[in-house]
């Protein structure tokens, strides 16, 4: 079955500085691939997602993610992080060739400090 | 906005009783999946629907139940409600087997679900 893991509880990061937020998964197949962001009592937004080709794909918010296949690993970036991109973000997995089901994993809380 | 929309926003239950949450799916979606997301953690999977059929499901016992309906809505039903059920519920529509253009889902903003 597939699963998802965020290694770290909360990330801190001083504004301006680069951020990363760390996923691994595992998959039967081929990973299709996301990340979501969740702010204060709403639902989850998606940001991006890897599905094919190129291993660094770009999303919403200046955020990107790299796909690296030999350590299934779907980490994700921002080279200049804001006080704004303080959140929730959730790395997620969805396997189309076995259930086609979302699975996620626990969450990562970033803090971006002025 | 995500054209899918949940009611009620908040409810609260009595321990014992039974509720029923609803989701409205974004137009052009035929899969609806719902989640549990307790307090500080990620969302837990339910279950799944595929044209009105249940087609996966978690690790939740059978008093939670579902529907989904010939227009694509959706109701979570949850029988003797325990102090646990409390969560934030969310409903997530996508296009099941789209290929490789529509494959992500998008969210509802939840219902916030009390049990005292």
């Known amino acids: 079955a597939q699963s998802v893991a965020q290694p770290e509880d909360q990330v801190n990061v001083a504004e301006g500085n680069p951020l990363t937020v760390k996923c691994t998964y595992s998959?039967?197949?081929?990973?299709?691939l996301f990340w979501y962001v969740q702010y204060p009592n709403r639902g989850l937004q998606f940001l991006l997602k890897?599905?094919?080709?190129?291993?660094l794909v770009k999303g919403s918010y200046g955020f990107e993610a790299e796909f690296n296949k030999s350590q299934t690993s779907f980490h994700l970036k921002k080279p200049s992080a804001l006080v704004s991109d303080s959140a929730l973000y959730f790395c997620?997995?969805?396997?189309?060739?076995?259930?086609?089901?979302?699975?996620f994993g626990k969450g990562t809380r970033l803090h971006i400090l002025p | 906005e995500t054209g899918v929309t949940q009611s009620p926003t908040h409810l609260i239950k009595t321990r014992g009783q039974q509720v029923t949450l609803r989701c409205s799916s974004q137009?052009?979606?035929?899969?609806v999946s719902w989640y549990q997301q307790a307090l500080g953690q990620g969302p837990q999977f339910i279950f799944q629907?595929?044209?009105?059929?249940?087609?996966g499901r978690g690790n939740f016992p059978p008093r939670f139940s579902g529907l989904q309906f010939p227009n694509y809505s959706s109701e979570l039903n949850v029988n003797a409600l325990e102090l646990d059920d409390s969560a934030l519920y969310l409903c997530?529509?996508?296009?099941?087997?789209?290929?490789?253009?529509?494959?992500?889902?998008?969210f509802g903003q939840g219902t916030r679900l009390t049990v005292v």
């Open positions: 997530a529509s996508s296009l099941a087997w789209g290929g490789r253009r529509n494959t992500e889902a998008f």
């Open positions: 998959v039967s197949g081929n990973p299709y």
């Open positions: 890897y599905i094919t080709g190129d291993n």
């Open positions: 997620a997995v969805r396997d189309r060739e076995r259930d086609d089901k979302i699975i």
């Open positions: 137009s052009g979606h035929n899969t």
């Open positions: 629907y595929y044209r009105e059929e249940e087609n």
